[in-house]
């Protein structure tokens, strides 16, 4: 048992030197999750530790020295969540100037005006920005809860279907060029993705061989060459997809060498850069990005 513990040691220390060679924070935060900000300042032998015991008590539920791939989703959906929902409460807060249950519109547009690097609203980003607030509004107070404060924030989450159909309507705006209501290939191709990066699958990345074109095909299931709104919605939030579990078998087909369906700590040491750049809980990056675009 201590052999074992050692060589997991040594190679989490190598490990640790690939998470130096990952600049971007947003990476870090996506496997370590809340104790991101813990590793900055320690040192080498205590990120070691760290990193051993992370694995050990938090991720490997049954302590058999290995990982399967439900641990693994237990752990991103985690990370996931909770992260998700710290920085909705910090945001509720940080613009919530009477520091009570609820927020007006004029308290968040004072927010966003504080922010020396937004660009000045335009009549799009501002109807944007009440049509989603009047959305999130369940109960039309014209002041927003925590909990309706969520999916204005962060509309594209699954468990938001309240603000789906409105985040539909915003991608024909921005992709139906000849306002016939539905989307053709040539706009499917030129619509702004970045937008909507939590649809779109990663067709620069080898581990995604759908095409542009075959993607678009799939989405239309009437085959009549167009996506109308129904399609639309359905490719912006297909219920069915499982982003964790998507990333973790993705995962699992990187790093499982011997294909048994559990991850030791060996493997997952020498993939250490493949898990702190895993795309799919890119949370961070998604929250300023729907902050951004209203």
């Not at 996506?30 to 694995?55: C, H, I, P, Q």
């Not at 100037?97 to 690097?117: F, H, M, Q, S, V």
């Not at 999916?151 to 989450?157: A, D, G, S, V």
Request: proline share 4%; aromatic share 10%.
């Amino acid at each position: 048992m201590m052999n074992k513990i050692v060589t997991c040691l040594s190679l989490l220390g190598a490990m640790l030197q690939l998470i130096g060679t990952v600049d971007d924070h947003d990476h870090k935060q996506t496997f370590l999750g809340e104790y991101a900000s813990k590793v900055l300042n320690m040192r080498e032998d205590e990120l070691e530790d760290f990193m051993f015991w992370l694995v050990e008590q938090r991720i490997d539920h049954d302590r058999n020295l290995k990982v399967d791939i439900d641990e693994l989703k237990h752990w991103m959906e985690h990370v996931y969540h909770s992260d998700v929902d710290k920085q909705i409460t910090e945001e509720f807060f940080r613009c919530n100037l009477k520091k009570d249950y609820d927020i007006t519109l004029k308290e968040y547009r004072a927010c966003l005006a504080k922010d020396p690097k937004r660009p000045p609203p335009s009549a799009k980003s501002e109807s944007r920005l009440i049509n989603r607030w009047n959305q999130a509004d369940q109960d039309g107070d014209s002041k927003l809860t925590l909990g309706e404060f969520a999916p204005f924030i962060r509309p594209e989450e699954p468990h938001h279907q309240m603000m789906h159909n409105l985040l539909t309507d915003e991608y024909f705006e921005d992709t139906d060029t000849d306002g016939d209501y539905q989307i053709s290939l040539p706009e499917f191709l030129e619509s702004p993705q970045e937008r909507y990066v939590w649809a779109y699958p990663k067709w620069n990345q080898s581990e995604e061989e759908r095409t542009p074109k075959e993607t678009f095909t799939e989405a239309d299931t009437d085959q009549d060459g167009f996506l109308n709104h129904s399609e639309v919605e359905h490719f912006l939030f297909p219920f069915e997809h499982d982003p964790a579990d998507d990333e973790a078998q993705h995962l699992f087909g990187e790093v499982d060498e011997n294909k048994d369906g559990y991850l030791t700590h060996e493997e997952i040491m020498k993939q250490l850069k493949l898990f702190v750049g895993s795309q799919v809980l890119q949370h961070g990056k998604l929250f300023h990005r729907n902050k951004d675009e209203l």
